[in-house]
């Protein structure tokens, strides 16, 4: 699974979004099929901006088809049938260091 760290640096939303947008694109046309990003939590542990701009980026993502499904953090668990049912297609990511981390610094996306 590749790996995209938008917190690295610590950019803007307006920054970081399209940046996101196109090294998504990216990896889907070279035939990646599962991504990590990596956008942090927040510094105030309600949820800081650059997570749920990417939440929000991916929903538009899903309904336009770039992105088949994602998972957040706190749900990337082998208890959440959804999650299963995803990680079932890449079995390697069983392996996963997140894997039932509860980490709301990340979101894992599927193509």
């Not at 917190?7 to 889907?28: C, H, I, N, Q, W």
């Not at 039932?100 to 990340?106: D, F, L, Q, V």
């Amino acid at each position: 699974m590749e790996e995209i760290d938008i917190e690295f640096g610590r950019p803007t939303v307006d920054v970081a979004m399209p940046l996101l947008t196109e090294r998504l694109r990216s990896l889907k046309k070279s035939g990646v099929k599962a991504v990590k990003i990596i956008h942090g939590y927040g510094s105030t542990g309600k949820g800081g901006r650059l997570r749920k701009a990417t939440l929000t980026l991916l929903d538009e993502l899903k309904a336009s088809g770039l992105v088949k499904e994602f998972v957040i953090g706190e749900q990337w668990s082998k208890c959440e049938l959804r999650t299963l049912t995803l990680i079932d297609r890449m079995p390697q990511l069983y392996n996963d260091q997140d894997l039932e981390r509860s980490n709301r610094g990340i979101t894992v996306v599927f193509f």
